[in-house]
């Protein structure tokens, strides 16, 4: 579907009902009836109880400490006029799976957390957590019944395969992007206008990117790649003449900029990923420019990374850069486990294992690694280094020599990496994407994002064991999150930490505002990072089931932040969505669910992690070969694999 800029979600819901019948099963002995609902849920190693050394003292001077339920959930239970037992002891919502499936999910009466959307689904169906369905009417939880009714295809996101809807999902910003194209906008103005002065540069680098848009692929004549590997010595390119051919050649191809460095900047950028790769290539030759352009003098032995991942454990975040050839899909949600995508023709592929990713992508970001154009621990596993932190907050430590310039991440936190120690000196702002073809599907070179916001592999059930009036309880503060009242607490917190003057966005919408106290808290508390202050300590903005506003997000941003959404909402982009008319742009579920039978059968192959690792491997050391890569998931039965994916998949929209 194609967009103008951001789409603004609208939600009209109405107002919080009054639970009055209980409809479905009522448990499987209904013995747990009474008393507090018990809750068993972690996200991202939070809780609904505080559980921090500092207490933290209230607007009405009421005063949290270690143990207490978070002030959220007590503005809920005082709301409701129901009673929370935060009874959580693992640090994973995995590990709360593992233990709880062994005696059946029967110590709690919530269960939920990250990435277990799956795991719920396939619990439920075998009579662990209840069947929502008989309650989501106009009776019983009107508001999320209306979410589902202006959403149907969320519905079938999270439908199982025989019918039942067993969790509630968090449900991203709906209509907005995700992770966005983020640099030192200096950095490209210093290097390609050549306003200042340049040192001397000694740094090389052995050419091994091609390019992908020539040939029969080619956009132009000629390609800035292939003209600055035929510049190279001996396949060996530094820093003077990269910067040359490059400079040179959007001057030829491009007479209509006043300065190169439009090229890559503004809403009237048009790079595609070879002119990006060829930019990386000055930025990776220019390290005592750059690093006196940062800290004000040249650093010894300066490391400059043109692109880099957020954390080592995100590493498959650096398959979005298979968009920017000839716009090939990679993950059919917002989750680097959905890794389904719809073709043009509406058939379910498996992107892992795709001839153009594996043959044609794949060898493309091989080459950008090899080349020293990508962060070089990108893919170690074993670390959990936040090498944002590294490459861009920390600029002015003492003895600091590594920079980085361009990033795909999320603008708020992203662009206010310099908040709190103020380390950063360079400006971080937004660079749209690569233009690209998209064969078959769009005509000319279009900007494409695929990671648009949508429903998570996150939330919550209800065990079977809950019955009377906890049930009752339960499903009317399901459904209170998917009200008016519900929809602002969740997203901007209680009345009293909501200013009276409403947040008004880069596009004219209002939003709740958040008051003097929480900002102030904020900064006591998280270094200014409202979004870590409201889910760690104050307890909303947590990823149960309910709809994500933008506007707690966008409040908390930078200039270059705004700056940021304003770029990409000035511009024509082509984003996945729910109601998309073309398959190739349609979102698919996070999830799957399997009947037994596909349980059997699935397990009956062998695709997973091995063959993963093995992507990896080929783009950091060069083995095992495409080919091998292929073999391997064909010795996994991949085809099954797919197959069997692709009849859940016709399950759940039935």
């Not at 209904?30 to 507090?36: E, I, K, M």
């Not at 972690?42 to 607007?59: C, D, I, N, Q, W």
Request: aromatic share 14%; with cysteine; net charge negative.
């Amino acid at each position: 579907m194609r967009f103008k800029g951001l789409s603004v979600l609208i939600v009209a819901l109405a107002t919080l009902a009054v639970f009055t019948a209980c409809g479905g099963k009522a448990g499987e002995d209904g013995s747990d009836t009474t008393g507090p609902i018990k809750v068993n849920f972690v996200a991202e190693g939070r809780f609904f109880k505080y559980t921090h050394a500092s207490p933290l003292v209230m607007p009405d001077g009421s005063v949290i400490r270690n143990g207490d339920l978070k002030p959220f959930w007590q503005w809920i239970e005082r709301r409701l006029g129901i009673g929370l037992d935060d009874v959580t002891t693992q640090s994973t919502a995995s590990a709360i799976i593992q233990t709880q499936s062994a005696i059946g999910f029967r110590d709690s009466n919530i269960y939920g957390g990250n990435s277990i959307a799956s795991d719920l689904m396939r619990y439920g169906t075998q009579g662990r957590f209840i069947d929502l369905v008989p309650f989501i009417n106009e009776k019983d939880m009107p508001n999320f019944n209306e979410f589902l009714q202006t959403y149907p295809a969320i519905r079938q996101a999270i439908t199982a395969h025989d019918g039942g809807i067993y969790f509630i999902p968090y449900v991203a910003e709906i209509g907005y992007i995700a992770r966005a194209f983020l640099g030192r906008q200096s950095w490209v103005r210093a290097l390609l206008d050549g306003a200042a002065p340049f040192e001397q540069e000694t740094a090389t680098l052995n050419v091994e990117y091609s390019g992908f848009w020539l040939g029969e692929n080619a956009r132009y004549d000629t390609n800035v790649i292939a003209l600055q590997n035929a510049a190279a010595t001996n396949g060996v390119l530094n820093f003077v003449t990269a910067r040359r051919i490059l400079v040179e050649y959007i001057r030829e191809k491009y007479p209509e900029y006043q300065r190169p460095s439009d090229l890559f900047l503004g809403s009237g950028s048009r790079h595609d990923i070879d002119e990006l790769v060829a930019l990386w290539r000055v930025v990776r030759l220019a390290p005592n420019t750059l690093s006196r352009i940062t800290t004000g003098s040249v650093v010894p032995g300066a490391e400059i990374v043109p692109y880099f991942i957020r954390q080592t454990n995100q590493r498959e975040c650096i398959f979005r850069l298979a968009n920017y050839f000839n716009g090939q899909r990679v993950f059919g949600a917002d989750s680097y486990s959905s890794n389904f995508f719809l073709d043009a023709d509406g058939v379910l592929q498996f992107s892992y294992n795709n001839d153009f990713f594996l043959f044609e992508a794949l060898p493309h970001i091989r080459a950008m690694f090899a080349e020293g154009l990508i962060s070089p621990d990108f893919a170690n596993t074993s670390l959990r280094t936040n090498l944002r932190a590294i490459y861009l907050a920390g600029d002015l430590r003492p003895g600091h020599n590594q920079f980085g310039f361009m990033t795909k991440d999320f603008i708020p936190s992203t662009t206010n990496m310099s908040l709190g120690d103020g380390l950063m000196q360079t400006d971080v702002g937004g660079f749209l994407p690569p233009v690209t073809r998209i064969p078959g599907v769009v005509n000319g070179f279009v900007h494409f994002l695929e990671n648009t916001r949508t429903v998570k592999p996150d939330g919550w059930s209800i065990s079977t064991i809950t019955g009377g009036e906890k049930l009752r309880s339960i499903i009317r503060l399901f459904d209170f999150m998917f009200s008016e009242e519900g929809y602002v607490a969740q997203n901007f917190g209680m009345p009293e930490m909501i200013d009276d003057e409403p947040f008004i966005n880069t596009e004219g919408v209002a939003f709740p505002k958040m008051n003097a106290w929480f900002n102030e808290q904020s900064e006591l508390f998280a270094n200014g990072d409202g979004a870590l202050f409201s889910r760690s300590f104050v307890g909303f903005n947590h990823p149960i089931g309910y709809q994500k506003s933008i506007g707690f997000e966008q409040q908390f941003t930078s200039i270059y932040g705004e700056q940021a959404w304003a770029l990409y909402g000035s511009v024509d982009m082509f984003m996945p969505s729910y109601d998309s008319e073309n398959p190739y742009f349609t979102l698919v579920p996070p999830v799957f669910s399997f009947d037994s039978r596909l349980q059997r059968q699935l397990q009956g192959t062998n695709v997973g992690e091995s063959q993963t690792d093995m992507l990896f491997s080929f783009i950091t050391t060069g083995t095992p070969s495409p080919q091998q890569i292929r073999e391997a998931y064909t010795n996994g039965r991949g085809d099954d694999f797919l197959r069997i994916h692709r009849d859940a998949f016709a399950m759940m929209r039935k």
